[in-house]
């Protein structure tokens, strides 16, 4: 069956970057002018996603207000005849079906994911993570989704990690199969950097099978006493089989504020607009701050 659905977390308070996020959700935190959560909409929906269930809480409005149609503004856009902005603020509302559920307690990435069960409906679906950024020519969610169509199976992201940062990620035992593809042998959500079997972390892309609605059921309460996703994954690669997806670069992790910064300058030195007057200045300030 086909993929057509993703769920996309984002009930998260966001504290790593307070004040900021003290009323504005972290997933609207801009790269140049785009919310985070666009870029991961965007990615979805070219992946072949038709259908995106936002998982939100207290305080994620703006979100909804962000997908949604603002008549106002596109009558206010007509008026001075800016019609290039008003065919992309359209354009953010026609991307895909849109829908919320909300998460109405802090209890784990795994418990957001449940949420998703009556609306999943029993088909295969993606989950995306908006911390981690993906840009935007990596191909990482189709392929994904083309290995879980294969394999009859779920499929995790996963990336090399420095030893010392293990302890943030999910930390996959794989048997690997071949450059890219790993069967996931087990899986465990953030262990001490001492106790990690190896160095592969799972990073926030999945294509999952429904069955893990039922190992999420009978997950217990994890790492913080939440009930963690990475321990259902467990389950199902104990019971049936989990694969690992490998990829090297393009990912950045936006929850992070020197990698958002680091997103922030490789997403604008690539644009038209923006680009080339930020390369000539980032050029001076590397020569009067002698970085180079
Ligand atoms: C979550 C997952 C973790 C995964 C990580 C990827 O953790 O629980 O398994 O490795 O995303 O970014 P978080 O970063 O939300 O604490």
């Known amino acids: 069956m086909d993929v057509r659905k993703a769920v996309i977390p984002a009930a998260g308070l966001g504290t790593r970057f307070l004040p900021a996020t003290k009323a504005v959700p972290k997933e609207m935190l801009p790269i140049v002018d785009t919310p985070a959560i666009q870029f991961v909409v965007e990615e979805a929906v070219r992946a072949g996603i038709t259908d995106v269930l936002i998982v939100t809480g ?56 449940s949420l998703a069960r009556d609306h999943v409906n029993g088909e295969p679906f993606a989950v995306l993570l908006g911390d981690d950024l993906i840009h935007p020519s990596v191909p990482l969610l189709e392929e994904m989704i083309g290995v879980s169509e294969e394999r009859e199976a779920s499929v995790i992201a996963a990336m090399k990690v420095p030893p010392e940062d293990i302890s943030l990620y999910g930390c996959i035992t794989p048997e690997v199969l071949d450059e890219q593809l790993s069967r996931v042998v087990r899986v465990v959500e953030k262990p001490p950097v001492a106790e990690a079997a190896s160095n592969l972390a799972a990073i926030g892309r999945y294509v999952f099978t429904p069955d893990i609605f039922d190992a999420i059921a009978r997950t217990e309460p994890g790492h913080g006493g939440e009930i963690q996703l990475t321990d259902a994954i467990n389950i199902v690669a104990q019971e049936t089989s989990v694969y690992a997806y490998s990829f090297e ?3 950045y992790d936006v929850g992070n504020r020197l990698d958002y910064l680091k997103a922030m300058v490789t997403f604008a030195l690539e644009r038209d607009d923006v680009g080339p007057g930020l390369r000539s200045w980032l050029a001076e300030l590397a020569k009067r701050e002698r970085l180079v």
């Open 58 to 113: 207290r305080g994620k409005g703006p979100i909804e207000d962000h997908f949604d149609r603002s008549v106002e503004l596109e009558v206010f856009l007509e008026e001075k005849g800016k019609f290039d902005e008003l065919k992309q603020v359209v354009a953010i509302s026609d991307m895909a079906g849109i829908h919320y559920i909300r998460q109405k307690e802090a209890a784990g990435l795994g418990h957001a994911v």
């Open 249 to 251: 670069s393009g990912r």
